[in-house]
């Protein structure tokens, strides 16, 4: 197992954009390894993924493994909540950073044939209106709506100022089929925004969820999900992870 660990990760670009309001935060997460293709073959069904603006300040992403001599270029296609149907195309290269910044959006999605795109969320505890001061900061992979779960998930919290974020496909968005720890989701007060692509329905769910230790979700649709805690050492001390994820059949 590998893990990637930073000691002094911000919301800034290196371009003073939030100047003294970018406060150093220690993150850590396990890379996922890039996945091998051959040149110019074309990936079925596309990779696709999607997340929201509530958590997150930026994404990164990578293109696949290829032979040194392969020219193909990779293209991914990038969503919003005001053009959820055309997008638009960017080319992912290995010479230069991908980024996809999310303090003007308040969602996206993304799909790409050329194969399986690794993306990584920059996660930041902000405070909306306010998207420059970050208190807080974490990290992990996003994983594609090809490799989401079902059924139970056990994942751990602390005390107190703790989140569950979850996605979930039409099959999971009923909140009276949907159970923490062993309780119905329409027994808790949670927030719940709708999004649409791919010609699909989906639901983000946010629910805040105190108490230390083990807790469950149960939801027989696709789903992935997020534990995210502000205020974990100080008041610029985030700390939040993905849960799980299946492995791509195809």
């Given at each position: 197992m590998l893990a990637y660990a930073s000691w002094v990760s911000?919301?800034?670009?290196?371009?003073?954009?939030?100047?003294?309001?970018?406060?150093?935060?220690?993150?850590?997460?396990?890379?996922?390894?890039?996945?091998?293709?051959?040149?110019?073959?074309?990936?079925?069904?596309?990779?696709?993924?999607?997340?929201?603006?509530?958590?997150t300040t930026r994404l990164y992403v990578s293109p696949p493994s290829v032979d040194s001599g392969c020219?193909?270029?990779?293209?991914?296609?990038?969503?919003?909540?005001?053009?959820?149907?055309?997008?638009?195309?960017?080319?992912?290269?290995?010479?230069?950073?991908?980024?996809?910044?999310?303090?003007?959006?308040?969602?996206?999605?993304?799909?790409?044939?050329?194969?399986?795109?690794?993306?990584?969320?920059?996660?930041?505890?902000?405070?909306?209106?306010?998207?420059?001061?970050a208190y807080g900061h974490f990290a992990h992979i996003v994983p594609s709506i090809q490799e989401w779960v079902t059924g139970k998930t056990q994942f751990y919290t602390l005390a107190k100022n703790c989140y569950i974020e979850f996605y979930a496909d039409q099959d999971g968005v009923d909140p009276d089929l949907i159970k923490v720890d062993g309780i119905a989701l329409s027994n808790y007060d949670y927030d719940l925004n709708r999004m649409h692509y791919f010609n699909r329905r989906y639901g983000h769910f946010i629910l805040e969820l105190p108490g230390y230790g083990l807790h469950t979700l149960e939801n027989g649709g696709n789903y992935v999900l997020y534990v995210i805690c502000k205020n974990v050492n100080g008041a610029y001390d985030a700390a939040g992870y993905l849960t799980g994820y299946n492995q791509r059949k195809q």
């Open positions: 911000t919301s800034n670009m290196n371009d003073n954009s939030c100047g003294t309001s970018c406060m150093r935060n220690y993150v850590a997460f396990m890379p996922m390894p890039v996945v091998a293709k051959q040149c110019n073959d074309l990936l079925f069904p596309a990779d696709q993924r999607m997340i929201r603006n509530d958590f020219d193909e270029i990779f293209t991914m296609i990038i969503y919003d909540k005001n053009d959820n149907v055309n997008g638009h195309h960017e080319v992912i290269t290995a010479a230069s950073q991908s980024t996809i910044d999310l303090t003007d959006k308040s969602e996206m999605a993304s799909s790409s044939y050329s194969g399986q795109i690794p993306m990584y969320r920059l996660g930041s505890i902000l405070n909306y209106p306010d998207s420059l001061t």
